[in-house]
């Protein structure tokens, strides 16, 4: 299992940006899809999560303003950030939360992250 996070970059206060995530490999079966964020010198925090059949969850403070959302073959996310704040900096990794169809085992696996600075 293979996760691409792209999208990040530089943008203003109160600008938008949209992260994208591919999910390669084969012989799995996804549960869920989620981005998270960490901030320097901050634990990493959930964002959002999707389910392959479109449930969402979302932190609560975020919700407003992000969205997540999936393609049809549930291989791509996505997070569509508005209003971006200064805070909102942090590097943004997509995680899969998957299982392994031959053990039945639950596995997570982590992009390597992309990075979203948003200048005052």
């Known amino acids: 299992v293979q996760l691409q996070a792209s999208g990040g970059g530089l943008v203003q206060t109160g600008g938008s940006l949209t992260l994208s995530c591919v999910v390669s490999?084969?012989?799995?079966?996804?549960?869920?899809l989620g981005w998270y964020r960490q901030a320097p010198g901050k634990q990493r925090e959930l964002v959002a999560t999707?389910?392959?059949?479109?449930?969402?969850d979302y932190s609560d403070s975020l919700r407003e303003r992000f969205t997540i959302a999936r393609n049809g073959d549930q291989r791509t996310m996505y997070l569509q950030m508005s209003t971006l704040k200064p805070e909102d900096s942090a590097v943004y990794f997509c995680?899969?939360?998957?299982?392994?169809?031959?053990?039945?085992?639950?596995?997570?696996?982590w992009g390597q992250g992309t990075l979203v600075t948003v200048s005052s």
């Open positions: 995680k899969a939360h998957i299982i392994d169809l031959r053990t039945l085992q639950r596995l997570d696996y």
């Open positions: 999707i389910t392959p059949d479109g449930r969402t």
């Open positions: 490999g084969s012989g799995f079966s996804i549960d869920h």
